[in-house]
């Protein structure tokens, strides 16, 4: 074999060898072949959520929520007919307790006697405790003749030597067990039975107020209307809120935080507020009862957990399910 063919056969299998395991080039698209490339597959819209404070300048133990418009009130054909109808109120920024007043809070303002004392009973709506009457002035006795006798006791009664029986005590009311402040432990429960003056002389001492109902609609429906509940949209079960109870509240700030941060804005106790109870359209300073507000441990109806649902009591009422929680504007 010549080297000339030796050279050229080498060269052969040398290059056969190299470009094996070379990929092939790429075959060129059709020039019509101008089909799009699916679109990316959109993410996921974020869940509703509870909306939260805002940096917060107010004092300690307080959440801060911005201002914001609110349609106070459900729309025509749904809610209660209190809720009717609607009100567009811009409610401005404010501080609102992250909690419930509690017992504990409470006697700290009674130990500084800025408030009187621990409420400890129920009082009806409507019913006021009145001083006793004066005794009736004792009218003038004829002056008895000479060896006249004395006239003769009633049975029973007082008389010579008998003195009259005191009166038998008014029977204990056994809705005042239910009272927060009468429990065992109570310095973490939020205080009950406590009226609307006593509740505003605590905030007062604090150099705070009693909040308005537009304000605790704003706080449970997570600002401007965004949610049915302070969690969303979940109906209300034992794991969310304090209710459907029989024995009393639960301890203050023992569920789960709703919006803004806030604690048992519905559930556990129903709240204060300073806003007269009457039709959104037609307020009136002189209606005779405040409207109150958030459902209580004892709502067994999950409808009274809304965060639109309105109650109302007499200002003097003080009810095992009734509490407060404090403001102040910004």
């Not at 056969?16 to 819209?45: L, V, Y």
């Not at 004792?138 to 030597?161: E, Q």
């Not at 704003?218 to 034992?238: H, I, Q, R, V």
């Not at 806030?262 to 300073?285: C, H, K, M, Q």
Request: hydrophobic share 35%; charged share 20%.
């Amino acid at each position: 074999m010549s080297w000339r063919r030796w050279w050229f056969g080498a060269f052969a299998v040398a290059i056969g060898c190299g470009g094996a395991g070379a990929p092939p080039p790429p075959t060129p698209a059709p020039a019509g072949d101008r089909t799009p490339k699916p679109p990316a597959p959109a993410a996921a819209p974020e869940a509703e959520t509870p909306a939260r404070a805002e940096p917060s300048g107010c004092p300690e133990g307080m959440a801060l929520l911005s201002a914001g418009t609110l349609w106070l009130g459900s729309p025509q054909g749904q809610g209660r007919a209190d809720e009717r109808p609607q009100q567009r109120t811009d409610v401005g920024e404010f501080c609102l307790d992250l909690r419930e007043v509690t017992v504990g809070d409470f006697a700290g303002c009674v130990a500084n006697k800025a408030c009187d004392v621990l409420p400890r009973e129920v009082l009806d709506e409507g019913a006021a405790v009145e001083p006793a009457p004066p005794p009736a002035a004792a009218s003038a006795a004829p002056a008895a003749s000479a060896g006249a006798k004395p006239p003769a006791p009633a049975k029973g009664g007082a008389g010579p030597g008998r003195p009259a029986k005191a009166p038998a005590p008014a029977a204990e009311d056994p809705r005042n067990a239910l009272c927060s402040a009468n429990a065992k432990a109570p310095d973490t429960l939020p205080l009950s039975c406590v009226s609307f003056e006593e509740a505003t002389k605590y905030c007062s001492w604090k150099g705070l107020r009693l909040p308005t109902e537009p304000e605790l609609e704003y706080a449970a429906t997570s600002g401007e209307d965004k949610l049915a509940y302070p969690w969303g949209s979940t109906a209300p079960d034992a794991a969310l809120a304090c209710f459907g109870k029989k024995d009393g509240p639960c301890a203050a700030g023992s569920k789960p935080a709703g919006a803004f941060g806030l604690f048992d804005i519905v559930g556990n106790l129903l709240e204060w507020t300073t806003t007269p109870y009457a039709p959104y359209d037609r307020p009136s300073a002189e209606a005779p009862r405040h409207a109150v507000r958030g459902g209580s441990w004892q709502s067994t109806d999950l409808d009274e957990l809304r965060g639109k649902r309105r109650f109302s009591r007499h200002p003097m009422s003080r009810a095992a399910d009734l509490g407060f929680r404090c403001a102040k504007s910004r």
